[in-house]
């Protein structure tokens, strides 16, 4: 069974980092696009930024310049790099993939179970 496991939230004070991971776990054929979304108090779920197999990435307007997102294809693994953080950064931030599990098997969405982050004033 595949599954999505998040790692690296917590409490942080503004102007502070931290490293968000996403590795998938259970025997997959290929992981297209990846990404981290996130869904404040109150609000919707909203992209944070998402990176092709190939390395392209894209950015909400709100992270650009302080969130960095990147893959390691080998290990099926994505990370959000996030920089100079803002109370408004609280959220609970889930990884998401687009994946086959086998060769002649459609691509599916998955997601993460969520990994809590606030950042305190």
């Known amino acids: 069974q595949v599954q999505l496991v998040e790692s690296g939230g917590g409490l942080v004070q503004a102007g502070g980092s931290l490293r968000l991971s996403c590795a998938v776990s259970?025997?997959?054929?290929?992981?297209?696009?990846m990404a981290w979304y996130r869904q404040g108090p109150g609000k919707q779920r909203e992209l944070v930024a998402d990176?092709?197999?190939?390395?392209?990435?894209n950015y909400a307007d709100s992270v650009k310049g302080r969130f960095t997102i990147s893959r390691d294809n080998d290990k099926n693994t994505v990370y959000l790099q996030m920089n100079s953080l803002k109370p408004e950064d609280t959220a609970v931030y889930y990884c998401?993939?687009?994946?086959?599990?086998?060769?002649?098997?459609?691509?599916?969405?998955?997601w993460g179970q969520g990994t809590q982050v606030t950042v305190s004033s």
């Open positions: 998401y993939a687009r994946i086959s599990v086998g060769v002649l098997t459609v691509f599916q969405d998955y």
């Open positions: 259970g025997r997959i054929f290929r992981a297209n696009d």
């Open positions: 990176i092709t197999k190939g390395g392209s990435t």
